[in-house]
């Protein structure tokens, strides 16, 4: 059963999970153990979305024939909407896409009543020595950009990791005048608060971001975790020592008129 928001006037206080853990790159049936794990404790915890970090089920890899998925038909993503529908959350999380021959990096969004929504990384990271399989040019196929979505009854925007960096993907983003953001990564590290606070600020609106820890190939990733409002300002934050941690806050939502 899906735990309802508390309501106070016109605003609704949502528990909103932000996860960071160590995503083993191409072990996808550990790592869905470890996502039905920190989802279930989010839970318990009363968090009602739980968002996981671009790439959580295979992070990195050469083996895009064997590992991608269809999306929402794949079986990593309907074992996850399962899970979503017991527990009565929301849920985001990372994956590599196959559609037909192409194959995309891609943020799922599902929740109690079932798939939601699938955003494909547009502006890819290039990267000439690709250490850590990291050339997404060499293996990936560009999304169509962002797009908006209904998440929970909001008005909900995604973009991922390299997107947020492309001047013309924070336009399109703004255009669409989300009422929150969610904005999942798979770095070594974020860069300093700031930086991400002056794009929550011209998005206008709650931006939540993810990152990993862990040894994803070469890279050792700290995490960091952090949720801004819409003025910009960190209302919660994760370690950056690279520890597993589920961050969690009390987001207050404004519903639209009309």
């Given at each position: 059963m899906?735990?309802?928001?508390?309501l106070?006037g016109?605003c609704?206080n949502?528990?909103?999970?932000?996860v960071?853990f160590?995503?083993?790159?191409?072990e996808?049936?550990?790592n869905?153990?470890?996502?039905?794990r920190?989802a279930r404790e989010a839970?318990?915890?009363?968090?009602?979305?739980?968002?996981f970090h671009?790439?959580?089920?295979?992070d990195y890899?050469?083996?895009?024939?064997?590992l991608?998925?269809?999306v929402p038909?794949g079986?990593?993503?309907?074992r996850?909407?399962?899970l979503?529908?017991?527990?009565?959350c929301?849920?985001s999380f990372?994956?590599?896409?196959?559609?037909?021959?192409r194959?995309?990096?891609?943020?799922a969004?599902?929740g109690?009543?079932g798939?939601?929504?699938?955003?494909?990384?547009?502006?890819l990271?290039?990267?000439?020595?690709?250490?850590?399989?990291?050339n997404?040019?060499?293996?990936?196929?560009p999304?169509?950009g962002?797009?908006?979505?209904e998440?929970?009854g909001?008005r909900a925007?995604?973009?991922?990791?390299?997107?947020g960096?492309?001047p013309?993907c924070?336009d399109?983003?703004t255009v669409?005048?989300?009422?929150?953001?969610?904005?999942?990564?798979?770095?070594a590290?974020?860069p300093?608060?700031?930086?991400f606070?002056r794009?929550?600020?011209?998005l206008?609106?709650?931006m939540?971001v993810?990152?990993?820890?862990g040894?994803?190939?070469?890279s050792?990733c700290?995490?960091?975790?952090?949720?801004?409002?819409s003025?910009g300002r960190v209302?919660a934050?994760?370690?950056r020592?690279?520890?597993?941690?589920i961050?969690?806050?009390?987001?207050?939502?404004?519903?639209r008129?009309?």
């Amino acid at each position: 059963m899906t735990r309802k928001n508390p309501l106070d006037g016109d605003c609704l206080n949502v528990r909103v999970a932000l996860v960071q853990f160590d995503s083993v790159p191409e072990e996808v049936d550990e790592n869905l153990g470890e996502i039905e794990r920190l989802a279930r404790e989010a839970s318990e915890m009363g968090a009602r979305w739980i968002v996981f970090h671009e790439g959580t089920l295979t992070d990195y890899t050469p083996r895009l024939d064997e590992l991608a998925e269809t999306v929402p038909g794949g079986r990593s993503t309907r074992r996850i909407v399962s899970l979503a529908k017991e527990i009565g959350c929301f849920i985001s999380f990372g994956l590599s896409e196959r559609d037909g021959e192409r194959f995309h990096i891609t943020q799922a969004f599902v929740g109690p009543s079932g798939f939601i929504h699938a955003y494909r990384k547009t502006w890819l990271w290039r990267s000439e020595d690709d250490r850590g399989y990291r050339n997404e040019w060499a293996r990936y196929d560009p999304g169509t950009g962002p797009e908006p979505f209904e998440f929970d009854g909001f008005r909900a925007v995604c973009f991922i990791c390299a997107d947020g960096e492309a001047p013309r993907c924070i336009d399109r983003a703004t255009v669409i005048e989300p009422q929150v953001v969610f904005y999942p990564n798979n770095r070594a590290g974020l860069p300093a608060l700031e930086v991400f606070g002056r794009r929550a600020r011209r998005l206008r609106a709650p931006m939540l971001v993810t990152n990993r820890i862990g040894r994803s190939w070469d890279s050792s990733c700290r995490g960091g975790c952090v949720l801004y409002s819409s003025t910009g300002r960190v209302l919660a934050r994760a370690n950056r020592d690279g520890r597993e941690e589920i961050l969690l806050h009390d987001l207050r939502m404004k519903r639209r008129n009309g």
